[in-house]
């Protein structure tokens, strides 16, 4: 969930000054892209089939050449109201040409990929 920050390795300093800077950041996107965006996160938090996908595109984004990249057929496998999100989230990837850190998610997928991390080590 946005807000909820996985925070091993990170000091309590380091993660005010991220949370603010999410914020500012985060006031200048679309409601659509934001809404889409974090539907997806908190679905890559749950513990569901889709949640790995969902994960695993997202990752993508935060750093395709330590996660690889995004096989499209995993919209086969969501939920309509998922693949909606990640379409929106694709378009606006494309207009804003940033990463998720620099349009104030950084907390957010830094929580993620840590998780991911976490369960890759077991």
């Known amino acids: ?4 920050e996985f925070t091993l ?9 991220i ?3 999410d914020e500012k950041n985060r006031a200048k996107l679309t409601t659509d892209f934001r809404t889409a965006l974090e539907n997806l996160l908190d679905a890559a938090e749950r513990p569901t089939g889709q949640s790995a ?9 935060w750093n395709y050449e330590e996660w ?6 995993i919209l086969w496998n969501l939920d309509e109201e998922h693949v909606t999100d ?14 998720p850190d620099n349009v104030g998610y950084e907390g957010a997928f830094r929580s993620l990929i840590r998780r991911r ?6």
């Open 1 to 4: 969930m946005i807000g909820q």
């Open 9 to 17: 390795g990170l000091s309590p300093q380091r993660l005010i000054k």
């Open 19 to 21: 949370r603010e800077k």
């Open 53 to 61: 996908k969902i994960a695993g595109f997202l990752s993508s984004w």
């Open 68 to 73: 690889g990249g995004v096989d499209l057929r």
């Open 86 to 99: 990640i379409l929106t989230v694709i378009h606006g990837i494309a207009h804003l040409r940033r990463y």
């Open 117 to 122: 991390i976490h369960l890759c080590n077991g």
